[in-house]
């Protein structure tokens, strides 16, 4: 950028500050799967609300990319838009691109802030507060920190005592300030701004939405826990919002999208039953033919009142974490406490209801024997979802189970570097042998309902998704 340039540039942001003019924001996010990004969509939408114009650029990263190879998306975006502030979403297995992308930009628009939030940024802020080209690290929800940001920012205000930032102070030294509390109503937030992942909805034919935040059990290998204890007002960290709040959002995208079922993305759907009662006779009253989706853990499934409620209410398909079938293991590694048993329960109960069943399995996890992989498939078999969706255990940083894995030297952090889901390879150190034996435990496990159940319209969907990935080096599922 010449001296001309930047001068006028520097003379825009003077007038934003003095006519208030919209702050503009860049939203950006490095993600390895083709999803609409809820998180992205809701920060969006709150950013709007207090007068912010806002611009989202969603970068597709596959297995073998170069995190220079997107310097000229980026640039021609700030170019197009002239953002004040940057923000990058960030999760464990984009990190390396966050920082390559925050170096390119401080490098050649040096006016322009960067912030980072996102599940990693608040679990581990450590890794990004060493990075000079990135001026803030959010800690928690970031809705008021940004919105405290953005004045700050506008009227020239000091940014050092904000709560949920870490910056740096004068001396070039990090800070970082306790996080905010949490936002108990989440009715008083606004509806997602789908129309920044507006072509991601379009692929899809049901509507993903969140009926609340936060999870109350505390699983070793999940963000849940630290995201939990950030807050001072942690023990409202399980919210929902109003069930009428959530009929209105539904309403509301009918009349744009044409969408064939619903998908609550919650880590726990309808925990609190009462809840679940007002939120089943006002579903049933306004969408009595539109069946959705929900995830439950399993000791809830074992409860025939809440899954009739659910069932009535119109859910055709309840998704289950199992994650492993080695009760011991399961209990003493994931603190995962319900038995096999109970997990048996659940299962007979949603089928019992005229409900789908899909369930998550996991292989590759730190000291798991082949016992222990046995153990899963069998208790896969005895289930009998109607799907399963297996995952390769990543250490996502600064949970429980990636300190266990520190400890006794399991990460291989080249092998970190290159993956970017959750399904194809495990970043642990094991030998051929045993990495072998996990790729074909996972797709032992994912197969079960085409092996047991002939489910033979699954075996397309497979082949496709193979295809994809080994061809075109897209890793989705439509």
Not at 58 to 65: A, C, L, R, V
Request: glycine share 6%; net charge positive; hydrophobic share 35%.
């Amino acid at each position: 950028m010449n001296r001309r340039e930047l001068q006028k540039r520097k003379e825009g942001r003077r007038k934003v500050n003095s006519q208030k003019i919209p702050f503009k924001v860049l939203l950006m996010m490095f993600a390895p799967y083709k999803t609409v990004q809820m998180q992205i969509a809701a920060i969006s939408a709150f950013l709007k609300k207090i007068g912010c114009e806002v611009r989202y650029l969603e970068i597709d990263i596959y297995p073998g990319d170069d995190s220079n190879k997107f310097n000229h998306y980026i640039r021609q975006e700030i170019e197009a838009f002239q953002p004040y502030l940057v923000g990058l979403s960030s999760y464990d297995m984009n990190y390396y691109f966050n920082l390559n992308a925050a170096d390119f930009i401080k490098k050649n628009f040096p006016e322009i802030k960067i912030i980072v939030g996102g599940h990693h940024a608040s679990a581990a802020p450590e890794d990004y507060t060493t990075c000079s080209s990135i001026d803030f690290v959010c800690i928690g929800e970031g809705e008021y920190v940004l919105k405290d940001l953005i004045e700050a920012l506008r009227e020239g205000g000091d940014t050092n005592l904000i709560s949920g930032l870490c910056l740096r102070d004068e001396s070039g030294r990090m800070k970082r300030n306790a996080a905010r509390p949490l936002i108990e109503n989440l009715d008083e937030l606004p509806f997602l701004d789908r129309s920044i992942v507006h072509s991601r909805q379009l692929e899809i034919n049901y509507l993903p939405i969140l009926a609340g935040k936060g999870c109350p059990f505390q699983c070793t290998y999940c963000a849940n826990e630290i995201m939990k204890n950030l807050y001072p007002n942690r023990d409202h960290y399980l919210r929902y919002r109003s069930p009428e709040r959530i009929i209105q959002e539904i309403n509301m995208w009918k009349k744009i999208y044409n969408f064939q079922y619903i998908y609550f993305y919650d880590d726990i759907f309808a925990m609190d039953y009462e809840w679940l009662k007002e939120f089943t006779e006002l579903y049933v009253k306004h969408f009595p033919t539109l069946p959705y989706y929900c995830l439950l853990h399993p000791s809830l499934a074992t409860d025939e009142k809440r899954v009739v409620l659910l069932s009535k209410s119109g859910c055709k398909n309840i998704s289950m974490g199992v994650e492993s079938g080695s009760e011991v293991y399961r209990k003493k590694m994931l603190r995962r406490e319900m038995t096999n048993k109970t997990i048996l329960k659940a299962a007979r109960t949603i089928k019992r209801n005229h409900v789908n069943l899909s369930i998550y399995m996991m292989v590759g996890l730190p000291g798991e024997t082949l016992l222990d992989m046995l153990k899963s498939l069998w208790l896969n078999i005895r289930i009998g979802a109607n799907g399963v969706q297996t995952g390769i255990y990543y250490p996502i940083k600064n949970t429980p189970l990636y300190k266990y894995c520190l400890e006794h030297n399991f990460i291989n952090e080249e092998r970190k570097k290159e993956i970017f889901t959750y399904t194809y390879n495990t970043c642990l150190n094991y030998g051929a042998l045993k990495r072998g034996l996990i790729i074909l435990f996972k797709w032992l496990n994912s197969g079960v309902p085409i092996l047991c159940k002939l489910q033979l319209r699954l075996i397309p969907q497979f082949l496709r998704i193979q295809y994809r990935k080994v061809l075109l080096r897209r890793i989705d599922y439509k």
